[in-house]
DNA sequence: CAATTAATGGCAACCGGTTGCCACCCGGTT
DNA sequence: AACCGGGTGGCAACCGGTTGCCATTAATTG
């Protein structure tokens, strides 16, 4: 089931069959159908590392996300695989475990089998980024890099939404509890909150870094009840759950007591408890733009990219964990 | 940075540069270390397509899942990820979004790419099963093909606990939801179901199929509370988390009126509302075995295996959603 | 009718490694 | 001195396609 099979059995030239597969009109009509009949009955499937090796294209993208197991990821996976299986395209997927020298070690590795990647809440510093972008494709997700294509969530706009929304509830303490040091996105979002908490005449606490995941929740929990806000907005939904289940087990009324908002609305948000308010963002979407936004620069290598960076909006999503401030 | 590059400035042939990266021992201590730091310093990474090609191995392993988006996967793709690297190993994600045509097209599609597939949840019949895996090294999750091996999660006997668990809190009436038609798994558990009824002199109701969407949960609630059961039993968690929704919606008590027992212990489960009681499936794990027997099977083909299929425990664990069977 | 051009298909090099086979060099034997 | 065998490294074929170039043939044109 080579090419060279069916050039044997049609009696023609390797080439010819190659061509008449891959370039169909470059080849005679009835010579063409001769050999993508055999092709077909013989069930004939190009080998793939072939192709790669003398095109240079591998028809495969890789996704590396800092931890599979983040139903953040999910959405992403789902719409970049969505995207690229309607281009004919493979996804790699790669979990970096949250380091940063194991994303660059991996990168370089799968940096000639694949041909572009896509970076997903990346831990590389800007530099290296840059450097890496310069000899591939790349596409990087919450994150922003001069020269390197990007899709970003907006959720910074979706964190002033969400201050409005406290302080218009009463809220005038308000906490972020803060993400890991090395998320682009864990910055960006802090400074939107202080922008927006400074335009009342408020400042913002801080609490953090904390880990992104359910567990951390607990400390982080005892942590924002102890600056003694009203209402804390959390770097992600993740640790938003988590906070929310540490602060039941102490017995703390939300929203009485104190407001929770989270960030992405991941799948569980809608159905915690209480059920969470939260920054909806199109993250299906998200790894779709960024499957195209990809696939186009492979297919316009060397121009100038029309857009940059996509910016994607975000908006807030009221359910039960954020509610009017209590009375002093 | 190809294999010749190297060869060039080391002065040696092409075929040393690859023997002295490959197999060591072929070739002279002080040349082969001359050779490694001339790779090393010019950041040398093999083409993976080039070795594929000649080898016949491509280091890749491709994971077919129903529905990318479902939390069960998540576990499953860690941990099928994790043990992937630790044999440096590639992951090639594919979603076969529950459609049995689909599966078939891009299995074959990929044949030719990868070292072996891992099927979890796959819609095929038997018989196509069969062919793949006779072509194709092949591990199924879930899902008892003759010939192949596979690693299944064994929910039967936890539903037995599950029925167990139930009887003894006062349930006679007690209902299966099911999932697809065309999951093995579904099958498997209602037979369970069925025979530990039987042992206790009942028989199950049974609705359904319903697809495994927490939006399913709706008509599956309606349905659930149809039978007059007290209990109901779902295909898993996703979709038992939905009838949870719909019951609070409909203002039905969980499990003052009601009592529903999931299947997974998927992300979520514990922190729904109220907390879902249900059959702990060592899901990561599966993925590790299932990775394990794959690389295992093809480091020994053509022999026959020690053990075709692999059996994990499930356990029940017992949250607030199940509780006494209502008096009448 | 000769000349130019377009369509078609074969040849062979190439992509970047891997590997069987052989030649060569060396020290050790007899 | 002739012989032997192990250690090394080169040659060249091969994996399965792709593609530039050229020869052949047919069709178009002045």
């Given amino acids: 089931m080579t090419i060279n099979d069916i050039a044997a059995l049609t009696g023609v030239a390797a080439s010819t069959v190659s061509r008449a597969l891959s370039r169909p009109d470059r080849v005679n009509r009835v010579t063409r159908e001769r050999i993508q009949a055999?092709?077909?009955?013989?069930?004939?499937?190009?080998?793939?590392?072939?192709?790669?090796?003398?095109?240079?294209?591998t028809e495969t993208v890789a996704l590396l996300v800092s931890d599979a197991t983040n139903p953040f990821y999910f959405g992403l996976i789902r719409g970049a695989q969505q995207q690229l299986r309607a281009a004919g395209h493979a996804l790699l997927l790669i979990d970096t475990e949250d380091s940063a020298e194991l994303e660059n070690h991996l990168?370089?590795?799968?940096?000639?089998s694949v041909d572009g990647v896509i970076l997903a809440a990346s831990r590389l510093p800007e530099q290296t980024l840059s450097v890496i972008a310069a000899e591939l494709p790349v596409v990087?997700?919450?994150?922003?890099v001069p020269r390197v294509?990007?899709?970003?969530?907006?959720?910074?706009?979706g964190v002033m939404q969400a201050v409005e929304h406290l302080v218009s509830l009463g809220h005038r303490a308000i906490a972020y509890v803060a993400g890991p040091p090395s998320s682009w996105a864990n910055e960006a979002r802090w400074r939107a909150m202080r922008t927006a908490m400074a335009r009342h005449g408020l400042t913002a606490a801080r609490v953090g870094p904390f880990g992104v995941s359910r567990s951390s929740g607990s400390v982080a929990a005892d942590a924002l009840l102890n600056t003694g806000a009203t209402a804390g907005v959390t770097f992600?939904?993740?640790?938003?759950?988590?906070?929310?289940?540490?602060?039941a087990e102490r017995g703390v009324d939300v929203p009485g007591?104190?407001?929770?908002?989270?960030?992405?609305?991941?799948?569980?948000?809608?159905?915690?408890s209480p059920p969470l308010t939260t920054l909806t963002a199109p993250i299906e979407q998200a790894g779709r733009v960024a499957v195209s936004m990809l696939l186009d620069h492979l297919e316009h290598l060397?121009?100038?990219?029309?857009?940059?960076?996509?910016?994607?909006?975000?908006?807030?999503t009221i359910r039960q964990s954020s509610g009017p401030a209590p009375r002093r």
């Fill in 302 to 316: 060397g121009e100038t990219p029309s857009r940059q960076t996509v910016l994607l909006p975000t908006h807030l």
């Fill in 107 to 112: 990168l370089h590795k799968v940096r000639r």
């Fill in 257 to 272: 007591e104190i407001s929770v908002v989270g960030c992405d609305d991941i799948f569980g948000a809608d159905f915690c």
């Fill in 38 to 57: 055999a092709a077909r009955e013989l069930n004939y499937v190009p080998n793939t590392q072939a192709q790669a090796l003398s095109s240079g294209r």
């Fill in 149 to 157: 294509r990007s899709v970003v969530i907006d959720s910074p706009d």
């Fill in 140 to 144: 990087t997700v919450n994150r922003n």
């Fill in 236 to 247: 992600n939904d993740l640790l938003a759950i988590g906070i929310l289940q540490r602060l």
